[in-house]
């Protein structure tokens, strides 16, 4: 489930996750909003605070990273999509 749906589902204002965990509002919108994504320390914290209703993967869902091609061997930017089966 993602980070958004959870906090909407269950009338949990960005503020209160952010104070639990003792992160900024900000930062919390940037993940909610997949703009930022948490380090491993912050999305356990996430994961715990929403009782495991919101995986790693989820918050870790659109995350840009660099991997290398294995034909040119140049870094190129990949985009993690949602899949069908979610």
Same mark, same amino acid.
């Given at each position: 489930?993602?980070?958004?749906?959870?906090?909407?589902?269950?009338?949990?204002?960005?503020?209160?996750?952010?104070?639990?965990?003792g992160v900024s509002r900000n930062q919390?919108? %940037?993940?909610?909003?997949? $703009? !930022?994504? #948490?380090?491993k320390k912050i999305a356990n914290q996430? /994961?715990?605070?929403?009782?495991?209703?919101?995986?790693?993967?989820?918050?870790?869902? %659109?995350?840009?990273?660099? $991997? !290398?091609? #294995?034909?040119?061997?140049?870094?190129?930017?990949? /985009?993690?999509?949602?899949?069908?089966?979610?």
């Amino acid at each position: 489930m993602e980070l958004k749906d959870y906090l909407k589902m269950n009338k949990i204002s960005l503020t209160d996750l952010a104070k639990h965990i003792g992160v900024s509002r900000n930062q919390v919108s %940037g993940i909610a909003n997949k $703009t !930022r994504w #948490p380090s491993k320390k912050i999305a356990n914290q996430i /994961i715990e605070f929403c009782e495991s209703n919101v995986s790693l993967e989820d918050l870790n869902r %659109g995350k840009p990273s660099n $991997t !290398r091609c #294995p034909t040119c061997g140049r870094k190129h930017l990949v /985009i993690q999509r949602k899949s069908n089966s979610d």
